[in-house]
């Protein structure tokens, strides 16, 4: 180590040409100086944790915790690192232990944002365990969301109409193209699971005139949708509840949509989520369902330790063949389906330079920690929609009658 410093040693573990500069508390710098990002080692917890952790698991905790810190835009950090070394692996881990020494190889705090899988509580995806990991995720600050998602509060995937559509006008066709491919027309109930801060509800009620009810786990979505949709004037025409989705009882709905929730049901409850849902629409009624899906139905269906541990505890995605099946299986025929991948790559851009451009006031409302684990979550998104280890799928089924009539247009009209 005499003459060679801890920015040195990083350096080596990553593509030899890589745009990116690295920094260390030992004073060391390695890389160019004109690099678009660099990466600072400031303490040596971050080395302990690289060292002690597992693959992404240590690089977040070190990033969380302010121990390694990133000058410049994140996505483009982890573009560069994945397209070198992609992480910290177990030969890598050796290595760097052999240029360091064992003095690394302690006990380091876990972050207090870190959820571990053994300190919940039921069984995965009971009622009580999902209500916890819902709260977990979304009942953090109302006003922490309003600075990423900006005033449309529209925590899914946008679908940008044309090049250079501002995240507003994104949103807003989104929930439109839900609306028109539900067939939505004045006087129809539409069923909104997992409503979120009601956006849908109140832009199917505003401009297609249909009774809503939305439902969401979250004590603080709620809150804040109910407000909005009084001072929209929304009162008679939408609803949302402070409820599990399981708990409706109202039946003969026109339409279902659910816009972001399967990602939380897990891949074994998708046959009673979907003929629940089933059984909530009149015969003819359409369900339409948007979620993140893996590019293949091999895959594991849980979230890596990151993404499971700091932001969505117990989420599980599926390829879309497995949600088509689990649809058909439980008696709907599916009509049509669409993949909007490059729109959410661009979504968590919009919602990434939100959070830049706002960081002091995010940092005030959520805690620097809080603040990093969203950084690093939307950029590692936004790469995994980038290179297609996530997708992003829409899928129209509907509920036929006895005698098998659709009452679908005999071409799409959306």
Same mark, same amino acid.
């Given at each position: 180590?005499?003459?060679?410093?801890?920015?040195?040693?990083?350096?080596?573990?990553?593509?030899?040409?890589?745009?990116?500069?690295?920094?260390?508390?030992?004073?060391?710098?390695?890389?160019?100086?004109?690099?678009?990002?660099?990466?600072?080692?400031?303490?040596?917890?971050?080395?302990?944790?690289?060292?002690?952790?597992?693959?992404?698991?240590?690089?977040?905790?070190?990033?969380?915790?302010?121990?390694?810190?990133?000058?410049?835009?994140?996505?483009?950090?982890?573009?560069?690192?994945?397209?070198?070394?992609?992480?910290?692996?177990?030969?890598?881990?050796?290595?760097?232990?052999?240029?360091?020494?064992?003095?690394?190889?302690?006990?380091?705090?876990?972050?207090?944002?870190?959820?571990?899988?053994?300190?919940?509580?039921?069984?995965?995806?009971?009622?009580?365990?999902?209500?916890?990991?819902?709260?977990?995720?979304?009942?953090?600050?109302?006003?922490?969301?309003?600075?990423?998602?900006?005033?449309?509060?529209?925590?899914?995937?946008?679908?940008?109409?044309?090049? #250079?559509? /501002? &995240?507003?006008?994104? @949103? !807003?066709?989104?929930?439109?193209?839900?609306?028109?491919?539900? +067939? *939505?027309?004045?006087?129809?109930?539409?069923?909104?699971?997992?409503?979120?801060?009601?956006?849908?509800?109140?832009?199917?009620?505003?401009?297609?005139?249909?009774?809503?009810? #939305?439902? /969401? &786990?979250?004590?603080? @979505? !709620?809150?804040?949708?109910?407000?909005?949709?009084?001072?929209? +004037? *929304?009162?008679?025409?939408?609803?949302?509840?402070?409820?599990?989705?399981?708990?409706?009882?109202?039946?003969?709905?026109?339409?279902?949509?659910?816009?972001?929730?399967?990602?939380?049901?897990?891949?074994?409850?998708?046959? !009673?989520?979907?003929?629940?849902?089933?059984?909530?629409?009149?015969?003819?009624?359409?369900?339409?369902?948007?979620?993140?899906?893996?590019?293949?139905?091999?895959?594991?269906?849980?979230?890596?330790?990151?993404?499971?541990?700091?932001?969505?505890?117990?989420?599980?995605?599926?390829?879309?063949?497995?949600?088509?099946?689990?649809?058909?299986?439980?008696?709907?025929?599916?009509?049509?389906?669409?993949?909007?991948?490059?729109?959410?790559?661009?979504?968590?851009?919009?919602?990434?330079?939100?959070?830049?451009?706002?960081?002091?006031?995010?940092?005030?409302?959520?805690?620097?920690?809080?603040?990093?684990?969203?950084?690093?979550?939307?950029?590692?998104?936004?790469?995994?929609?980038?290179?297609?280890?996530?997708?992003?799928?829409?899928?129209?089924?509907?509920?036929?009658?006895?005698?098998?009539?659709?009452?679908?247009?005999?071409?799409?009209?959306?």
């Amino acid at each position: 180590m005499a003459q060679q410093g801890l920015a040195q040693v990083f350096q080596r573990l990553t593509d030899p040409v890589a745009p990116m500069r690295f920094s260390a508390y030992d004073g060391s710098v390695a890389g160019p100086d004109e690099a678009p990002v660099e990466l600072e080692i400031r303490s040596p917890l971050a080395v302990s944790y690289l060292l002690t952790s597992p693959g992404e698991l240590g690089m977040a905790r070190a990033y969380v915790t302010g121990d390694l810190a990133v000058h410049g835009d994140v996505y483009v950090a982890l573009r560069t690192l994945a397209d070198g070394s992609e992480r910290l692996n177990a030969r890598q881990r050796v290595e760097l232990l052999g240029r360091l020494g064992p003095r690394f190889l302690r006990r380091v705090p876990v972050p207090p944002e870190e959820q571990h899988p053994a300190r919940r509580r039921g069984w995965r995806h009971s009622r009580s365990r999902d209500s916890a990991a819902i709260s977990h995720h979304y009942d953090v600050s109302n006003r922490f969301y309003e600075i990423v998602l900006g005033p449309s509060m529209a925590y899914t995937c946008a679908c940008y109409p044309y090049e #250079g559509a /501002t &995240l507003e006008e994104a @949103q !807003a066709e989104k929930h439109d193209l839900v609306c028109r491919k539900l +067939g *939505l027309r004045p006087g129809m109930r539409l069923l909104d699971v997992g409503c979120g801060w009601g956006g849908m509800a109140m832009h199917a009620a505003q401009h297609y005139g249909v009774q809503a009810l #939305g439902v /969401t &786990l979250s004590r603080q @979505q !709620a809150d804040w949708a109910r407000k909005t949709i009084a001072e929209r +004037g *929304l009162s008679d025409r939408a609803e949302v509840r402070h409820s599990d989705y399981r708990d409706v009882t109202e039946v003969e709905f026109d339409a279902v949509s659910s816009i972001g929730l399967t990602e939380h049901v897990g891949a074994a409850n998708l046959p !009673a989520y979907f003929r629940f849902l089933h059984g909530k629409l009149r015969p003819g009624a359409r369900l339409l369902n948007h979620s993140i899906t893996r590019p293949s139905t091999t895959e594991p269906h849980r979230a890596g330790k990151f993404i499971d541990r700091y932001v969505f505890p117990d989420g599980e995605l599926e390829g879309v063949g497995t949600i088509v099946t689990a649809m058909q299986d439980t008696g709907f025929e599916v009509r049509h389906e669409e993949g909007l991948r490059e729109h959410y790559a661009r979504t968590l851009a919009d919602w990434g330079a939100n959070l830049d451009s706002h960081w002091d006031e995010a940092v005030r409302e959520v805690g620097g920690n809080r603040a990093r684990v969203w950084a690093l979550y939307m950029a590692a998104s936004r790469l995994g929609f980038v290179q297609r280890s996530l997708e992003l799928h829409q899928v129209l089924g509907v509920r036929t009658d006895g005698r098998g009539a659709s009452r679908m247009p005999l071409r799409p009209d959306w």
